[in-house]
């Protein structure tokens, strides 16, 4: 599913973000990616999602190489992914209903199919009554709702969530956690969390890849994570 | 397929709709930029028409001596005159016309019964009038008629039917280069205009990147929105291009000072100088648009 062999970023202003990343996730899985601030969490999801190409190594997600996708090539591979981002990332002068829909338009789905899908997303996101509604009138957990059933639409392998916590107090944490959990569960989508709420990671134990200044320092099975001082 | 052609009016449509006041200050840009460029339009368009028209009717009359008056010799010289370079259509008058002419220049019958008794002692010449193709060539062209056999006298205008001509010939190329300058300065307004309101949409243009929308699904809404604002700013210049210059027209009599500088009859031209107004703003409009989305597709990978 995911293959990063020895993977290298470093920046043109010359921060280095990922020493030597070693990473394999099988389908299915659900992974949380934990570390502290300029751990290199964020440079990670941006290789993963084709939004960065690494200095070195490369880049493997459901057999493409991410890294060496063409500019124009890159939003058609990020049909397979479903991101979803800590500032959630809606169209302003969209509804609930039309972000959704937006992305099945953008792959030619048929009107009618369309639709129907995007009801039933907005079913499972629990956005019913909130279909005509701007991204401005609803709440940070209603918004972050929509961005996941937005990622989840088109029923991609694998949804990045990048921080889907970061803005949420939380009840609403636990609420997006769960239905996180369900679209693991029910869909067999390989979920990749990165997020640095360790209440969360301690509570719902999944594998835990630990990074600290762009190195994976622990890669935990069976989940869990203690904080450490330095 | 249907779909896919209609969909980027739809979704135009709605984000001029939807983007109303940023939609608004962008046409209005470009409505001011067109009502300047439709002033020089019609400047322009008209001064050229008066040049063209100035130099049609500056003529230059050849009297003919009255021992070259047999038709070969007016024939040879008629031949002469079309072989020099530069001379468009050579008319001929008989001089029983040409004393018709003179006579028919006075208004009063008194001052025409004075010339009458000349009639049969006729003093005037046989005429050619001749129209020269360039209106600069006058004077050279008048010289070398005066060379010819049988030519009595050469006339025209003079140095001021030449100098008139020159002095509007810069007017209308100071007048064409300062409308393609403006026009230019119009498109780089209304451009930038609309870059700033896709600027403020740079982020959602990257976040339809993100979903997976390849760059002409992206591209194509935009492209129709900037069409559409230029249309819209074109509306009002349009009307004032339209009922301004059919006022003009009507209130001049469709002359300035006098006969000689007419203008350019309303009936179709003020229809056509509106359309070219709508099809700049369309054009600049979609132009503009489409290069600013394409730097912003650049924006993020």
């Known amino acids: ?230 | 397929m249907i779909n896919r052609l209609f969909r980027p009016l739809k979704e135009g449509f709605r984000g001029v709709i939807r983007h109303g006041a940023m939609s608004l200050s962008s046409a209005t840009a470009v409505t001011l930029t067109l009502i300047i460029v439709s002033l020089f339009l019609i400047f322009t368009v008209n001064v050229n028409q008066m040049t063209e028209g100035m130099e049609q009717t500056v003529t230059i009359s050849v009297q003919i001596d009255h021992d070259h008056e047999s038709a070969e010799q007016e024939d040879q010289l008629a031949m002469e005159i079309k072989a020099i370079e530069g001379v468009g259509s050579v008319t001929y008058y008989t001089k029983d016309e040409e004393f018709q002419f003179y006579l028919d220049s006075f208004e009063d019958e008194e001052t025409k019964e004075v010339f009458e008794p000349f009639r049969d002692d006729n003093p005037m010449h046989d005429a050619f009038y001749i129209e020269v193709t360039d209106g600069t060539q006058l004077e050279e062209i008048a010289k070398k008629i005066e060379e010819l056999d049988g030519v009595h006298k050469v006339a025209f205008g003079g140095q001021s039917a030449v100098q008139l001509i020159s002095m509007l010939r810069t007017i209308r190329i100071a007048g064409g280069v300062l409308a393609l300058a403006l026009s230019l300065l119009a498109v780089f307004l209304i451009q930038n205009t609309i870059k700033l309101t896709i600027l403020a949409r740079a982020d959602e243009i990257a976040i339809m990147r993100n979903v997976g929308a390849k760059n002409g699904f992206i591209r194509s809404p935009f492209v129709v929105e900037g069409a559409m604002i230029g249309a819209l700013g074109a509306l009002i210049p349009m009307a004032m291009t339209y009922y301004g210059y059919r006022y003009l027209y009507d209130v001049t009599g469709g002359y300035v000072v006098s006969k000689m500088f007419t203008l350019i009859p309303a009936k179709p031209f003020a229809l056509y100088a509106s359309l070219v107004l709508l099809g700049l703003g369309v054009l600049v409009g979609l132009i503009g648009s489409f290069f600013s989305v394409n730097k912003y597709l650049r924006w993020k990978r």
Do not use: W
């Open chain 1, 1 to 230: 599913m995911i293959e990063c062999t020895h993977v290298y970023k470093k920046y043109r202003n010359g921060t280095n973000a990922l020493y030597d990343i070693n990473l394999n996730v099988a389908q299915g899985e659900f992974v949380y990616i934990i570390g502290p601030t300029g751990s290199g969490k964020s440079t990670l999801i941006k290789l993963l999602d084709g939004e960065e190409i690494p200095t070195k190594g490369t880049v493997g997600v459901i057999g493409i190489d991410v890294g060496k996708l063409r500019h124009s090539k890159v939003p058609i591979y990020r049909r397979n992914i479903g991101v979803v981002f800590q500032d959630y990332r809606l169209l302003p002068s969209k509804t609930v209903f039309e972000n959704i829909a937006y992305a099945l338009e953008v792959i030619n789905m048929k009107k009618d199919l369309v639709r129907r899908r995007t009801r039933e997303v907005m079913n499972l996101v629990g956005l019913d009554d909130k279909a005509n509604s701007f991204p401005n009138q609803l709440s940070g957990g209603q918004q972050q709702r929509v961005a996941i059933g937005r990622a989840i639409a088109n029923r991609p392998k694998l949804l990045i969530a990048d921080e889907p916590t970061g803005n949420l107090d939380p009840a609403m944490s636990d609420e997006i956690m769960s239905l996180l959990e369900k679209i693991n569960r029910e869909y067999g989508t390989t979920v990749l969390m990165v997020t640095h709420d360790l209440t969360l990671v301690n509570k719902h134990r999944k594998r835990t890849i630990v990074l600290e200044h762009g190195h994976v320092v622990a890669d935990l099975a069976e989940g869990g994570y203690v904080q450490h001082d330095q």
